[in-house]
Every structure is written in C-alpha cells, then in structure tokens.
C-alpha cells in the first residue's frame, strides 16, 4: 500500500453500506449516458497507465467501484493522481471515456470537500497572484529569456471566474 492521499487505501475487510445505482446513473451522465456495465474488467486501462505503481486503487478498480455505485470512489488517490495523459482510454476496448469520467469525480469529490488540501491551496493562490509559481528574474536571465512580463491579474481572475475555479464547492 502506498502512502498517498485518500482514505480509500485498500478493499481488504472492507464493507459498502450501499450500492447506489443513482450514483452510477450520475457518473454515466457526466459521460453523455455511456453504459458502464460495458467495462468487463480486463485491466487493460491500468495495464498502461503511468501512476499504476503509485495508486492504491486501480483505475479498472475504481470503474468496477462506479459499476456498483459505491460513493467510496471519491475517497481514492486514483482520482487525484491521475494525470489525465488519456492512455487509458484510447486502450479501452469497450471504447469507455474514462479520462472524461475522472475529471468529473474530482468535481465531484471537490464539491464534498474530498480534495487534497495542496490542490486547493494551489487553486487559491492561483487564483491570488495569477500563476503557481513565481519566477524570479535571475532564474531567467540563467535561462536567457527576458525579464518576467507583467500582467493584471483582473485579467486572470475574469479568466478563472469563467472557469469557475473557485465556485465549484458552492455548487451542487
Ligand atoms: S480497459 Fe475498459 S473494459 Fe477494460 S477494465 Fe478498463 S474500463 Fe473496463
Ligand atoms: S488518464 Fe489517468 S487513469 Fe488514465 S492512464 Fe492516464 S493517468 Fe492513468
């Protein structure tokens, strides 16, 4: 078992006070109505997927997880370390979107307040000061670029207000 974030560490002893077919009707809909009894779990999503080796949970663990409709799912690291690089989905051969389904659980689990404390801290300052990290003008000089552009961070924030960066605990 790895050591990363998420309560949802380990199916061993584990008991699901209910599987919920509304939670799994939900999570299809964020994938315009795709059938997920489509996933017939050979693993081959997890078989190329970069953070295999860093997940306590698989991502052909958690589409069984959606399958039954435990809620349980938002609670595991797969959903945040995830990066998006897609490779699951062009392999699965039931043509499942399951890349599009992550982004929607970390909504999800972002609206519930299940979300890595580092994620929203860097939403927030992102938010703030309109980048992540604040270049210093000798680290570009050493890089032979010109000096750090300015910009107004109205700007940035108008940007972000449109994304709803910040908005998404507030909404249901
Ligand atoms: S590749 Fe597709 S069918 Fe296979 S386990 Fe993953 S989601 Fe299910
Ligand atoms: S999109 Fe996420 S879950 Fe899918 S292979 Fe890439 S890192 Fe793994």
């Known amino acids: ?5 998420g309560r949802f560490k380990s199916f061993e002893g584990m008991t699901f006070k209910k599987l919920d ?4 009707k939900k999570v299809s809909e964020l994938i315009g109505g795709q059938d997920l009894t ?8 997890s078989g190329g997927c970069p953070v295999s080796d860093k997940v306590n949970i698989q991502i052909h663990e958690v589409m069984r997880m959606l399958l039954f409709g435990l809620e349980e799912v938002l ?3 797969m959903i ?16 499942i979107d399951i890349t599009d389904i992550l982004f929607g659980l970390k909504n999800m689990a972002y609206r519930k307040g299940i979300a890595p404390p580092g994620y929203v801290a860097a939403a927030q300052g ?5 980048r992540l990290y604040e270049p210093t003008d000798w680290e570009r ?7 750090v552009p300015e910009f107004d961070i109205n700007d940035v924030k108008k940007l972000l207000d449109k994304t709803r960066l ?3 605990q507030e909404e249901e």
Not at 126 to 130: I, T
């Open 1 to 5: 078992m790895t050591e990363s974030w």
């Open 21 to 24: 077919a509304k939670f799994t």
């Open 38 to 45: 489509a996933c017939f779990q050979c693993a081959k999503c």
């Open 75 to 77: 609670e595991t690291d």
């Open 80 to 95: 945040w370390l995830c990066t998006t690089c897609y490779t699951c989905q062009e392999r699965c051969p039931q043509g």
């Open 126 to 130: 992102l938010y703030n000061n309109g």
């Open 141 to 147: 000089e050493d890089l032979e670029l010109d000096d």
């Open 166 to 168: 910040l908005k998404l």
